[in-house]
């Protein structure tokens, strides 16, 4: 009865290869979030939607995008992967307000070859 | 800018010893803070929040705004403690984003 389904749990690209990392959920929670973490490193916040309203932390990459085409469903696109870009990538929801518990993912390993 | 600070990225402690891990966080609001574990090949989940002034699995931790802390405790470890630990803060300037710190790992030896 997993809540937040993340698709594939790994996932090898090439350089510069267009990749989409997916995520859903059957909790119906309005806010979505995508995390990249790096081995030994925070979780960081690449973005969060709540409902269809997009919110861009300042310092992600314009080579990440994201997209929500309903309540289940987000994605993430990475444009033009980099080397860099190798870590885990975490989807979470919440159903909103300040202490509303975050629901994770089990997460997408991303290799770059 | 709103950060959260674990200085230690690993505790390793004897069964039965009391546990510590060091939370302190960096922000002017009024913080909503939680910790969060991760097992061995388990998801991120929950382990408690300070709203709630529950102790979880024998864990509590207490909100000090003065010391901009919020350190998880447990008086007596035990092996199945062993995990990643992660402290949370939310509700930031009125958004819906969670930052998190580097997490700390605890070792609990027989």
Same mark, same amino acid.
């Given at each position: 009865d997993a809540m937040v389904i993340q698709n594939p749990r790994y996932q090898v690209t090439q350089f510069g290869k267009p990749v989409t990392l997916s995520c859903s959920q059957t909790?119906?929670? /309005?806010v979505m979030y995508w995390y990249q973490q790096k081995s030994s490193q925070a979780p960081k916040l690449l973005f969060h939607y709540y409902d269809k309203d997009f919110n861009n932390e300042?310092?992600?990459?314009? /080579?990440f995008q994201s997209r929500r085409p309903n309540t289940s469903f987000c994605f993430l696109d990475i444009r033009s992967p980099g080397l860099g870009d190798a870590a885990m990538y975490l989807c979470a929801t919440s159903g909103g307000g300040g202490a509303a518990e975050a629901f994770f993912g089990q997460g997408t390993r991303l290799t770059v070859v | 800018a709103q950060r959260v600070t674990q200085p230690e990225k690993l505790l390793s402690v004897f069964k039965g010893a009391p546990v510590e891990l060091k939370c302190n966080y960096s922000y002017s609001g009024s913080p909503e803070l939680f910790w969060y574990v991760q097992y061995s090949r388990q998801r991120l989940q929950l382990l408690?929040?300070?709203?709630?002034r529950e102790s979880i699995k024998g864990f509590t931790a207490d909100l000090n705004k003065g010391e901009t802390s919020f350190h998880l405790k447990k008086p007596f470890a035990q092996e199945e403690d062993s995990a990643m630990y992660y402290c949370a803060l939310s509700a930031i300037s009125g958004t819906y984003k969670y930052i998190f710190g580097t997490g700390t790992r605890l070792k609990v030896l027989a």
């Open positions: 909790l119906n929670h /309005n300042a310092d992600t990459p314009d /080579n | 408690l929040r300070h709203i709630s």
